[in-house]
């Protein structure tokens, strides 16, 4: 069942029609009532599901999205996953809140699990599952099968988002609308169809005949690209569909995404199967490392190793700090070395550390 909605995750992203009907399905799953999606970069977009629809019409239209501390208390979390209200505050506090008292509680609503992405791009989107007041908050285990779910939803996210929502009529509009560097591959990973601006990406990545090889300069990314592939028929929440691509000194220039093409999307990418796509590096508006963890599909669990490893400690440390074994750690870091293509420690933090949080709290390149 599990594959069969991560299949209609990925729909959605050039069928964005079709996701109130994945929120409800989220929220089913969640013993909830619906949920939404919001996306901002030059404008707001947003749906969600019916049964929440106009309360957040009211939410948007009378400016109680541009304030609400939910988002704001995600903001300032480094963590990949769903929060719930108990991760930010007290009982008494959501009672004298006023976003929670004067506009969440009178609608039987204020209970929530909710998640965010900031994008180098200047894309943010928040995703939201909400369950009525009176049922209580969302408990853990529910929590826990969003975050299974949370690079699907991300990832599907990014790409509707970067087409304001709205679905394209081909796939040459698709790509052109869509802003960054894709390619659209076939089941053989052969290269199909690329957009204008997959042009700045051709020091790295090479794709100059339709039905070749893609192949880039950075031999691990093309091992990560024949790996992913083999994945896309039946994606699972474990499988990592991100990855880094490093130039000639070995720093990380650009992410991979890899995006099956499933269902009702193939009406617009005809017989094509993933759509590869590349987040740049080194914008004016870089990525945190909490980003950078977040687009490698680490779990909370992985992001926590990557953290203490940055901060110098050891894997016995970490163990420690987190109360689980060191047998536990050293599954969790061979893992993480998986993920972002290292062959060890000092090749991870090397990865994570081109990336510096500046005193202003945004990021910039060291």
Not at 90 to 113: C, M, Q, V
Not at 147 to 168: E, I, Y
Not at 198 to 205: F, L, P, Y
Request: charged letters at 25%; one cysteine or more.
């Amino acid at each position: 069942m599990q594959e069969e909605l991560i299949d209609r995750i990925y729909e959605c992203s050039v069928v964005p029609e079709l996701w109130p009907d994945v929120l409800d399905e989220l929220a089913e799953l969640t013993d909830s009532i619906g949920g939404m999606l919001f996306s901002a970069r030059k404008a707001v977009n947003w749906t969600a599901t019916e049964s929440v629809f106009d309360a957040f019409d009211t939410y948007v239209k009378d400016g109680w999205f541009e304030k609400c501390p939910r988002r704001t208390c995600m903001m300032g979390k480094s963590e990949p996953t769903f929060f719930v209200e108990q991760d930010f505050f007290s009982e008494e506090e959501l009672a004298n809140n006023p976003f929670y008292r004067d506009f969440f509680h009178p609608r039987n609503l204020g209970w929530s699990a909710g998640t965010l992405l900031q994008m180098p791009t200047g894309d943010n989107i928040v995703f939201s599952i909400e369950r009525h007041l009176d049922q209580g908050p969302i408990e853990r285990d529910h929590v826990d099968r969003l975050n299974d779910l949370r690079p699907h939803l991300l990832r599907s996210a990014f790409v509707s988002t970067r087409l304001g929502l709205q679905r394209a009529q081909g796939a040459s509009e698709t790509l052109s609308k869509f802003g960054l560097p894709a390619l659209v591959l076939d089941a053989r990973g052969k290269f199909v169809e690329a957009n204008e601006r997959a042009k700045s990406v051709t020091d790295h990545v090479k794709f100059n005949e339709v039905g070749r090889d893609v192949a880039f300069s950075d031999r691990r990314a093309t091992a990560f690209l024949t790996s992913a592939m083999e994945t896309l028929d039946r994606v699972v929440s474990t499988d990592n569909l991100s990855f880094p691509v490093r130039n000639e000194d070995g720093n990380a220039v650009f992410v991979g995404h890899v995006m099956p093409i499933k269902l009702a999307a193939h009406d617009i990418f005809a017989n094509s199967y993933a759509l590869l796509f590349f987040t740049p590096l080194d914008q004016t508006r870089a990525p945190s490392t909490a980003l950078m963890r977040s687009l490698f599909d680490m779990t909370v669990a992985e992001t926590r190793i990557a953290k203490g490893l940055m901060k110098g400690q050891t894997l016995t440390e970490i163990a420690a700090d987190g109360s689980v074994s060191i047998t536990t750690v050293r599954s969790q870091f061979s893992s993480v070395l998986e993920k972002t293509g290292c062959g060890r420690q000092a090749e991870l933090v090397g990865l994570l550390a081109n990336i510096a949080i500046a005193q202003n709290g945004e990021v910039q390149n060291s």
